[in-house]
């Protein structure tokens, strides 16, 4: 459904063709003059402007060129009964992507309709599904087969078959925009846009702008009218991550929109209806957001239509070995390199640590041991030391005997320091460390501050 303005003193002229385009769900829009299309252009957003040239009260031409000023993009189809080589020049000059002689053709005509509403939206969406593109993995999917990711794809594809709204919770890292990318694909809408919005990388102030969309002039700095996330998403699926950072007085404009389907853009005198479905994510307990007054209830209730939590890493270790040899082929092809996989040793490290990034650590650690090995096989010297020093099952069990094994360290490489006058490439060799280790033992036990002492 796209919104048409119709500039024509004589409707009569156009009246099949009005009828035909409303008859396809287009909402239709007309003006006899050219300052009531002025007024029109500067309330609302069109997608498609038909203006004939000669008007009662001046041109065309000039109705062209002030509808470019606030949408660079909006088509223009320039109709005419008296038309000029000179107009159809100063049109195509200024914008407009066909120039008609009336009478047209009716079929003709729809036929132009179409083009010009298609092309615009190919333009306008192109940079967004590029960016998608160049993002995106070659195959998107859920990896692993613990039980809780069994779940998680069931929920997934049984979502995708409807329309409700989705919300994700889980720890930051662990693939929450994953899963929506995979509801998206197992979607009909899969061939409609998937608008990603970071609720916290957008400023308060601009918060409703970028959601809602705003009219010229409707703030400082609204020098052109442009559309929104939920207005760009169109049939398609809106993914608000980390929804919780949407500032309170929103929460209830969002909660409006998720109820009754439509918003109003700022500066705006019409309502726009809401084809989109929602999905958001959050990385933090709704509960206690909701008791700290920190984010409403009846936000949430709508939100939580159908929700999927994703479980950290470190409750599914299971998952790693089959996640990592993904991870690791992915990052290889991201940096040109050859992975041949992760030795033994290196996985057992892998799957004992405690990742509290979750995936995304998984993968940045990955990359970087795959750059270290130079491509082939990732071992456990490419992994960093943090890694490596993997306590055994017995000292975790303990927090008296974990301290006190964390104090004999510290006393040891105190010990190897003072006695070499604190050159650390001396003490490290007294020790039998590498230089790498032996600074990162440092650093980690802060001896640095001791040294005065």
Not at 366 to 391: F, K, N, S, T, W
Request: charged residues 25%; aromatic residues 6%; glycine residues 8%.
């Amino acid at each position: 459904m796209s919104r048409i303005l119709i500039v024509d003193d004589e409707p009569r002229s156009v009246k099949l063709l009005v009828l035909r385009l409303q008859e396809a769900g287009h909402v239709l829009v007309s003006a006899g003059r050219v300052s009531e299309a002025k007024q029109r252009l500067e309330q609302e957003l069109f997608d498609l402007l038909i203006t004939d040239v000669r008007l009662p009260d001046g041109s065309g031409i000039d109705v062209l060129k002030f509808a470019r000023d606030p949408a660079p993009s909006l088509p223009i189809i320039v109709i005419t009964a008296h038309g000029t080589i000179q107009d159809a020049v100063d049109a195509m000059k200024f914008g407009a992507v066909e120039y008609v002689q009336k009478p047209f053709e009716l079929e003709a005509m729809s036929i132009l309709v179409d083009k010009a509403l298609e092309t615009a939206s190919i333009r306008a969406e192109h940079s967004y599904l590029i960016g998608e593109v160049l993002e995106g993995e070659s195959k998107i999917e859920l990896v692993g087969d613990s039980k809780a990711m069994q779940t998680i794809r069931s929920l997934a594809n049984k979502v995708a078959a409807t329309r409700s709204t989705v919300l994700i919770t889980g720890e930051s890292g662990t693939g929450k925009e994953l899963v929506a990318r995979v509801i998206h694909e197992a979607s009909t809408a899969r061939r409609q846009p998937l608008i990603k919005v970071n609720c916290p990388g957008i400023p308060a102030q601009l918060f409703e702008s970028e959601l809602f969309g705003h009219m010229k002039g409707a703030f400082t700095g609204a020098y052109e009218s442009r559309k929104g996330k939920f207005e760009l998403a169109g049939q398609g699926n809106i993914f608000l991550d980390e929804i919780a950072e949407i500032p309170m007085d929103l929460q209830s404009k969002l909660l409006r929109v998720l109820e009754e389907r439509r918003f109003t853009r700022i500066g705006g005198a019409t309502e726009v209806a809401v084809d989109a479905r929602v999905i958001a994510a959050t990385n933090k307990d709704p509960g206690v957001l909701i008791e700290q007054k920190q984010f409403r209830a009846d936000l949430y209730y709508r939100l939580n239509v159908f929700p999927i939590h994703l479980p950290p890493l470190r409750e599914r270790p299971e998952d790693i070995p089959k996640l990592g040899v993904h991870l690791l082929c992915h990052v290889a092809r991201s940096c040109g390199l050859v992975a041949k996989g992760i030795t033994p040793e290196a996985m057992r490290i892998v799957q004992a640590y405690h990742w509290p990034g979750n995936v995304r650590e998984l993968r940045n650690i990955l990359e970087r041991a795959l750059v270290l090995a130079g491509g082939g096989y990732v071992d456990a010297d490419h992994l960093p030391m943090e890694l490596q020093e993997i306590h055994t099952p017995e000292a975790s069990e303990g927090t008296t005997f974990q301290v006190q094994v964390e104090g004999f360290k510290r006393q040891v490489l105190l010990d190897a320091l003072e006695s070499v006058g604190w050159v650390k490439k001396n003490a490290a060799a007294q020790l039998g460390l590498s230089q790498r280790a032996f600074s990162h033992y440092v650093s980690r036990f802060e001896l640095d501050r001791f040294r005065d002492h």
